[in-house]
Nanobody
Framework: VQLVESGGGLVQPGGSLRLSCAASGFGLDYYTIGWFRQAPGKEREGVASFRGGDGTTRYSDSVKGRFTIYRDNAKNTVYLQMNSLKPEDTAIYYC??????????????????????WGQGTLVTVSS
């Protein structure tokens, strides 16, 4: 199982970025992919998740309405489209995967402790 993130960079407030999480070594149908972020001095927090089995998506309140998570089956890649970016979105963004064939509570999906496989992270800086 390997996850590789890309797409981070410097963007002005109000701008947009699209992050990519390319998966290899496994198919996404039985996995949930989550996006997480960690700002300096803060704990890692869940941002969004995409459940492979049924396409269910979840978002943290801080990004709901601004970020969209979606999957490209042909490329075995999950994307995070980030719009209306704010300085407080500045962080290292990670994607992670967990095998997900069971019934889960909603709080499961944005908890980083539940994810077994992680990418290396990509830095997003929102600044003027």
């Amino acid at each position: 199982v390997q996850l590789v993130e890309s797409g981070g960079g410097l963007v002005q407030p109000g701008g947009s970025l699209r992050l990519s999480c390319a998966a290899s070594g496994f198919g996404l149908d039985y996995y949930t992919i989550g996006w997480f972020r960690q700002a300096p001095g803060k704990e890692r927090e869940g941002v969004a998740s995409f459940r492979g089995g049924d396409g269910t998506t979840r978002y943290s309140d801080s990004v709901k309405g601004r970020f969209t998570i979606y999957r490209d089956n042909a490329k075995n890649t999950v994307y995070l489209q980030m719009n209306s970016l704010k300085p407080e979105d500045t962080a290292i963004y990670y994607c992670a995967a967990v095998n997900d064939r069971s019934v889960r509570t909603p709080t499961f999906y944005l908890n980083p402790e539940n994810y077994a496989h992680w990418g290396q992270g990509t830095l997003v800086t929102v600044s003027s």
